[in-house]
């Protein structure tokens, strides 16, 4: 599924006061096992918002394209070479970052983790991030094996990412893929979006209410 | 206990322990590595890189972590800095563990004796 469709960005926010419009949600997945919930994701938020997909290598090892929503993208690394031929032509991971509102990570790998935490961006997703614009907000559902979880460099990379504005969703505790019971396994697809849909509304609600006092 | 004497891929390794990268089963295994379980590296490089600030930094960042490192010897001139010898990483390391659980005794020795 290429991203062919290109994707345009400017030259709407003069629209966005006349008509509103969706929230455009950008979704990522990197390489866990919890990107099996991928699709259910997508489906959770297309009914609400604008999607575009965004997956790394490794999630595609996870994630079933045959059950995505038929109206979500979802764009790969290849998409990212494919779709620049010569100078003046629109980069894939520019263009995304400047049509999300919103990003979402989830799952949110150990490795990804890492690389956020370092800015490092070898990849279409770790690019947006490293592009990202922190005065849009951008969530982050860790999933990885609880040896992972509890071991010192988790709670480094959180701190730096904080230091961004990059919000947590926590994980849970429950038996994870690997077999071993703890804490590490993605928040549930449903809590996900209904804490990014609370936070978008009470912006917005912020926003009207800041509007009206003028 | 875990030894991580890989020669060449040392030089990217390092900076992905250090950065808590784990995108090989080498370096998920350290993601996972419970530090209060003995880790060593035996580093090799070129004098250059060695003496690079990185380096400093990457061994300060896995120093911190509680991982042993076990230097690399100057050959060729110091012009490269070599893995140590197998036979001084074996001794290296059965030294640590038999310290390790000397340890072990006298610390399970003072509680059974009724000191706290």
């Known amino acids: ?214 | 206990m875990l030894l991580f004497s890989a020669s060449f891929a040392f030089i990217h390794g390092r900076h992905e322990i250090a950065g808590g990268l784990c995108d090989d089963l080498l370096t998920t295994i350290v993601r996972a590595w419970d530090y209060r379980k003995p880790l060593f590296v035996a580093p090799s490089m070129s004098t250059c890189i060695w003496r690079n600030s990185f380096t400093e930094e990457h061994l300060g960042e896995i120093d911190g972590l509680g991982i042993m490192l076990i230097p690399p010897v100057p050959v060729n001139g110091d012009l490269e800095r070599a893995m140590v010898e197998p036979a001084t990483i074996i001794s290296r390391v059965k030294a640590s563990y038999k310290k390790q659980k000397m340890e072990q005794k006298e610390g399970s020795s003072s509680t059974s004796s009724g000191q706290v």
């Not at chain 1, 006061?17 to 949600?25: G, L």
């Not at chain 1, 279409?124 to 982050?140: E, G």
């Not at chain 1, 010192?152 to 919000?167: A, M, Q, V, Y």
Request: aromatic share 8%; glycine share 6%; hydrophobic share 45%.
């Open chain 1, 1 to 214: 599924m290429a991203g062919s469709e290109p994707v345009s960005a400017e030259g709407e926010s003069m629209a966005v006061d006349a008509a509103p419009r969706k929230p455009r949600i950008l979704l990522a997945a990197s390489g866990s096992v919890a990107a099996v919930k991928f699709a259910n994701l997508c489906h959770c938020f297309s009914e609400w918002a604008d999607v575009r997909a965004v997956s790394s290598s490794g999630s595609l090892h996870f994630i079933d394209r045959a059950s995505m929503p038929k109206d979500v993208i979802l764009y790969t690394d290849e998409d990212e070479w494919s779709s620049w031929k010569k100078l003046g032509d629109s980069v894939l991971h520019i263009e995304l970052r400047k049509w999300a509102d919103i990003m979402v990570i989830a799952p949110l790998s150990a490795n990804t983790l890492g690389k956020i935490a370092g800015g490092l961006c070898d990849n279409l997703l770790t690019c947006i991030v490293r592009a990202w614009d922190y005065s849009k907000p951008f969530f982050v559902a860790p999933a990885m094996n609880t040896l992972m979880w509890n071991n010192p460099f988790t709670e480094r990379h959180f701190i730096s990412i904080d230091e961004l504005g990059i919000s947590l969703i926590p994980p849970v505790t429950k038996r994870l893929a690997c077999g071993d019971y703890g804490n590490g396994a993605m928040a549930e697809p449903s809590t996900i979006y209904s804490t990014v849909r609370l936070f978008y509304e009470s912006k917005a609600q912020q926003g009207r209410a800041v509007v009206t006092l003028r």
